[in-house]
């Protein structure tokens, strides 16, 4: 298959962190729905979520009472009922939410679905930022154990990142090599601290790696941390691997993004740079020292 085609939703929080985990996951859920049976009706073949997507980002604060925020995976009930979805739909799907393995145990994951509804596996966060102000994620997640994994749905050979991971150029070289042809970032970014390198390093990476690469983002301000934290942007978007981006959402609200990739393009960027056959791990070895 060549032609992919993908989307993309970015939401804002249906509620404030005040509420209760479970009551903000009912809203938000339900806040979905519509987006994802629009995503079907559109055609899309591999649909992501943003980062935790059923929760706000909550790591401004140290509270424990989101570790109440963690499911299981793949037995928990966002997992469980977007496996219905994905069977229905005949869609590849990419469910990022707050895992809990075990009661004290918690990672930032992402579920990924097969378009026949198959529970394929999941990635789990590697690199847990402890940036002031507002990022404290240490405080919540353990860093990722699973690796870069790929994953070979119905559709194409899928590698998941996650937000702050998009900083290190080795898991995205990683993935690619793992035979990634499409790799998403579900993120949860604000403007002031990073927005300068939103349309900088995954574009980067794609170029670098050969591969397309579908960056989602939240949008909107999030009670009670809104004055800490600033402004989600939005702005999710599908970059080539010649590091062009191809299509992009809004920076102010709610929005599915549909773009169909041709993922022959890849085999044409990799013929034309040759940067797999001219790489020299023997010379890397400092990097890992």
Not at 80 to 86: C, D, F, G, V
Not at 112 to 136: E, S
Not at 175 to 190: D, F, H, K, Q, R
Request: hydrophobic fraction near 40%; charge should be negative; glycine fraction near 8%.
């Amino acid at each position: 298959m060549s032609k992919l085609k993908c989307g993309l939703i970015q939401m804002a929080l249906k509620g404030d962190g005040m509420m209760a985990p479970d009551r903000l996951r009912e809203r938000m859920l339900e806040a979905h729905i519509p987006l994802i049976e629009e995503a079907a009706d559109k055609g899309v073949q591999v649909l992501c979520f943003q980062e935790v997507f059923t929760q706000p980002y909550f790591c401004p604060s140290q509270d424990a009472k989101w570790y109440a925020a963690a499911e299981y995976i793949p037995d928990g009930h966002t997992t469980r009922l977007m496996q219905e979805y994905a069977a229905r739909h005949r869609m590849v799907m990419v469910v990022p939410i707050y895992e809990e393995e075990m009661p004290g145990l918690y990672y930032n994951t992402a579920a990924v679905i097969d378009a026949d509804g198959r529970y394929l596996g999941k990635y789990r966060k590697t690199h847990i930022p402890q940036v002031a102000p507002g990022f404290y994620e240490k405080y919540f997640f353990k860093p990722g154990d699973l690796g870069y994994p790929v994953f070979a749905t119905q559709y194409v050979k899928l590698g998941v990142y996650i937000c702050y991971d998009r900083h290190f150029p080795e898991g995205w070289r990683a993935l690619a090599l793992n035979g990634a042809e499409y790799i998403v970032n579900p993120s949860a970014t604000v403007a002031g601290l990073s927005k300068y390198l939103w349309e900088l390093e995954q574009p980067a990476s794609a170029a670098a790696n050969g591969v397309f690469i579908g960056a989602i983002n939240r949008i909107g301000r999030e009670a009670p941390w809104a004055e800490q934290m600033g402004e989600f942007y939005g702005s999710s978007y599908i970059v080539n691997p010649r590091g062009q981006i191809e299509a992009q959402a809004s920076s102010d609200k709610d929005e599915l993004l549909v773009h169909e990739i041709d993922l022959e393009m890849i085999r044409q960027v990799r013929d034309t740079w040759q940067f797999f056959r001219d790489r020299r791990p023997e010379a890397y070895g400092p990097l890992t020292a």
